[in-house]
């Protein structure tokens, strides 16, 4: 049984940047809809290439269809999008969703289609055999056995934001919800959803998976490029969520370690750029941070990153808490501290998600991409937040807009020491600290 592969957007959305719209325009048979679409090779070879963000895509593909429709040979779940296996015979299928839009809709026989988006749809399928319909399902999670598969690849941010829609998606949907997760963020995702099981590998006896994973453009994974939501808004576009989840209580396992108040630091991100790049900055706020009595540990994994001519080095002036610590490790080190200094890393995701108070550097993206501090310090008075704008890549782009001249990521180089001082003296008065040098 051979692989037929549609979508429920217009194709040209995925073409988009790849083929001009106008070659599809005089193509014999094209439709917008992709009603009419022919099964050209070409073009199901490139919807199938669409969805190569998947590792297992050929996996995923193939893998057996276990949902029986009371008809020999058809067979439906949502393991990879919609799979629908159409035995040999006379059958018409039609497919749309619960508002009456139709994406797919003419005679089939003896394949299996699949559909190139991923996330939640309300898929309504109705399928008829010699003019007289046999079949109709609508999707319903109720009672149903479901995965929520995070991208092994996933940076620890991406991960923490997409969390709190766990417990979420099980209350809306009553369904019975698993997680996969990499290795490293199992025993922090145990600590808050002890209730929720996690599974090691996929397996396709369920009635649906849906994938997390972050990508920029129009791809099969989520209905919005990430960089034009807030990054913990975009679980609720791949997994169907109408409402911000509220974030679940994390619970130290180990007491504080330390008498003495401290303040955590977090100097590295993904890539230097995106680190907080004034002369010295780091030094100068340690040295201020220790002025007042506290202790300052930097957690960062390695204590040197570099990428091409920009590095992050440990402040020499703070004490080294660098090294391949464990998630829950880091999680009662910031449960515990004063409050955290970081940018817009998975570091300052974390302290977060313990509630430890963040002050976060960071002018690469905009206010509204990472979660809510009223302790953020940026410089909007410069070029900033390319990192949100679809016409750039920052992320391939050592900086879109003025690489190579003086104000190259100026947005993360002119974030001035007072302006971190400032956040830190509001954060310090707002939770009624009492730094140490006045006890």
Not at 364 to 393: H, I, K
Not at 399 to 404: K, L, Q, R, W
């Amino acid at each position: 049984m051979k692989n037929f592969y549609f979508c429920a957007r217009d194709i040209r959305d995925y073409l988009r940047g790849v083929m001009n719209t106008r070659e599809l325009d005089n193509t014999p048979n094209f439709k917008p809809n992709f009603s009419a679409l022919t099964d050209a090779p070409a073009i199901q070879a490139f919807l199938f290439d669409v969805m190569k963000i998947y590792e297992q895509r050929e996996e995923l593909c193939n893998a057996p269809i276990y949902g029986e429709t009371g008809i020999d040979g058809l067979r439906l779940d949502f393991n990879f999008g919609l799979r629908l296996d159409v035995p040999e015979g006379n059958f018409h299928v039609r497919i749309g969703d619960d508002n009456g839009q139709i994406f797919f809709d003419r005679d089939i026989s003896g394949v299996r289609l699949i559909s190139v988006e991923k996330y939640f749809i309300r898929w309504r399928v109705e399928i008829s055999l010699d003019g007289t319909k046999i079949f109709s399902h609508t999707l319903n999670l109720d009672g149903q056995k479901v995965l929520l598969n995070v991208d092994r690849r996933s940076g620890l941010g991406d991960i923490l934001a997409f969390l709190p829609s766990v417990g979420e998606f099980k209350r809306k949907f009553n369904c019975a919800v698993s997680i996969s997760l990499p290795e490293y963020m199992r025993e922090f995702a145990a600590n808050i959803y002890p209730e929720i099981p996690q599974v090691d590998e996929m397996s396709f006896d369920g009635y649906a998976i849906y994938f997390y994973k972050m990508y920029g453009g129009d791809f099969p994974f989520c209905k919005v490029d990430f960089r034009c939501a807030p990054l913990n808004h975009m679980a609720n576009y791949i997994v169907g969520l109408d409402a911000l989840p509220i974030k679940p209580k994390f619970k130290p396992t180990a007491p504080k370690l330390f008498s003495e108040p401290y303040v955590c630091i977090g100097i590295q991100a993904t890539t230097p750029r995106k680190g907080w790049l004034y002369p010295d900055g780091w030094k100068i706020i340690v040295d201020y941070l220790k002025s007042l009595g506290y202790r300052v540990f930097c957690i960062d994994k390695k204590n040197f990153q570099q990428e091409g001519k920009y590095s992050a080095a440990m402040p020499d002036n703070a004490e080294d808490f660098t090294g391949d610590f464990s998630i829950m490790e880091r999680a009662n080190m910031l449960y515990h501290a004063e409050f955290f200094i970081g940018l817009g890393s998975g570091l300052s995701w974390l302290a977060d998600a313990v509630n430890c108070p963040v002050v976060m550097i960071c002018g690469f993206s905009q206010d509204w991409f990472e979660f809510y501090t009223p302790y953020r310090v940026v410089n909007r008075l410069v070029c900033n937040g390319c990192f949100n704008d679809v016409r750039a890549n920052f992320m391939y782009d050592v900086c879109p807009y003025h690489g190579s001249t003086a104000r190259e990521l100026e947005c993360q180089k002119k974030i001035y020491p007072n302006q971190v001082i400032d956040a830190i003296n509001r954060l310090i008065a707002d939770r009624n600290l009492m730094p140490p040098v006045l006890k």
